[in-house]
C-alpha cells in the first residue's frame, strides 16, 4: 500500500505552522508482568502500516514541503531475549516509505526543538473518544500532557481527517477484506461438519478459531458469539457456555482478521442439521431483507434508508406471519440497524459529512429476528462492497438459503 500517498493526504488538511504526533500506543498492563494483546492504534496503522507498540510519527507542516519522521524502539538484544525481534530501521523504512527514522526515546528532545525554532500554532493528536465514560485513550493522554506543557499552543484532533479516508477503500484494502471474507468462510465450512446436538457453544467457537488460526489469519475480528437457542435472541451474547440442542439455532457472529482487516459475517444455522418448519418461516424473513438490502445498496444511499428498507421488509413477513399487527411494531423483534462500515476496526470509522455511500465503502448487511417466545434468533450478515452502481456481495459464496445449508449439513 502507498502509506506516504494517505499522509500526503491528511498533510493537505493539516493548517500552515502545525505539525502532527501520532502514537502507536503500548500494550495495556494487567497486573504483575501480565498484559493484554497489543492493539495499535488504528489511525497510526493506516498511515504507516505498522502494528508495533512504543512508536511515533511526527508529520511537520512549518515549512514547505512533507517532512515527516518515525521514531521506533531502539535494538537492544538483551529485551529480545526476552520480547522477541523488533523492527530495523531498514524494515521499517520498507513498510512505512518513512526515510527518516530516529529512536523513540530522543522524541521530547525533536518535539522541544520543533517548538522552539518552528513555533507551530496547532499540534494535532489523534483524540477520539466514543464516550464520556472511557478511560482515557494513550493518544488522548499524550495530548492532555503536551497541552499541559504547552498552554498557548493549540491542539487539535486529526481524527476526522484520518477516519474519512479510511471510509473509502483502497483496491488493496478490498483485496486484503476479500481475503478476511475468505478465511471465515472456509472456517465457516468446518463448523457446518462439526456442528451436531450435545455440543458446547464453546467447541463451536473453538472449531471456528482453529480454523481460522489454521489458515494463517492474525486471530479473530472480534469475540466469537456462538448463541444457541435462547442465547441467539442476545444481540452481543459472548458466553458460549451453553448445550446446543436438538432442534434448537445456533446463531454464529464471528469473523477472521487478516493483515489488519476484518470480515463480519453472521450465519444461523440448524443444529440438527434441519431447520423446522417454523425455524424456516421466520429464517426466510429475514434471507428476503438481507437479499432486498443488498439489492438496494448504492452510491448515494445512506445508512439510515437500508435500515429503513430492512424494517419495511421484516415487518412485512411478521405481520403475515401473525407475530405483529402493523409495521410500526417491528422493533419489539428487530432492535439494532441493518448496517455499518467494516474495515481496519470491525464498526469502522464514519464522519457525518460522508453519510452517503461512496464506491469503495465496505458495509456490513445484517437484518435479525430475536423471538424470545420461541427461544429463536436469526440473523443473516454479509459484507458489501459498494460499487459505481450497486454492490458486491464479498461473502456471496458463504452459504445462506435454508436448503443450501440444509444440503451442506446432510453431506457431512
Known sequence: MNYRERREKV??????????????GEALHISADAYHDFEVNRQFFYLTGIRRENMA???????DKLEEILFIEPIDPSVERWVGKKMTKEEVKE????????????????LDRIMNRKLPKKVYFDTYRHQMSDLPDYNVAKAQAFAAAYPGIAVDNIYPAVAALRMVKDAEEVNITKEAVKVTEEALNHVLNALKPGMMEYQVQAEFEY????????????????????????????????????????????????????ADITRTYPVSGKFTERQ?????IVLKANQEVAAQARPGVTLK???????????EGMMELG??????????YYMHSVSHHLGIDVHDVTVPEKDKLEPGMIITNEPGLYIDEEETGIRIED????????????????????????AKMKDR
Do not use: W
Open 11 to 24: 498533510y493537505s488538511q493539516m493548517e500552515e505552522k502545525s505539525i502532527l504526533v501520532l502514537y502507536s
Open 57 to 63: 510519527l511526527v508529520i511537520d507542516k512549518c515549512g
Open 95 to 110: 513498510v512505512s516509505g518513512v526515510e527518516s527514522i530516529a529512536m523513540i526515546d530522543n522524541l521530547q528532545a525533536t
Open 211 to 262: 480454523k481460522v488460526k489454521s489458515l494463517g489469519a492474525d486471530g479473530m475480528a472480534f469475540p466469537t458469539i456462538a448463541g444457541s437457542g435462547i442465547n441467539g435472541t442476545m444481540l452481543h451474547y459472548e458466553t458460549n457456555h451453553d448445550v446446543c440442542k436438538e432442534n434448537t439455532l445456533i446463531l454464529l457472529d464471528l469473523g477472521a482478521r487478516v493483515k489488519g482487516y476484518n
Open 280 to 284: 424456516k418461516q421466520i429464517y426466510n
Open 305 to 315: 434508508e437500508l435500515n429503513d428498507i430492512c424494517k419495511k421488509v421484516l415487518a
Open 323 to 332: 407475530l405483529i399487527e402493523k409495521e410500526e411494531e417491528v422493533g419489539k
Open 383 to 406: 459484507d458489501l462492497l459498494i460499487t459505481e452502481d450497486g454492490c458486491v456481495v464479498l461473502s456471496a459464496d458463504i452459504v445462506r438459503t435454508a436448503e443450501e445449508i440444509e
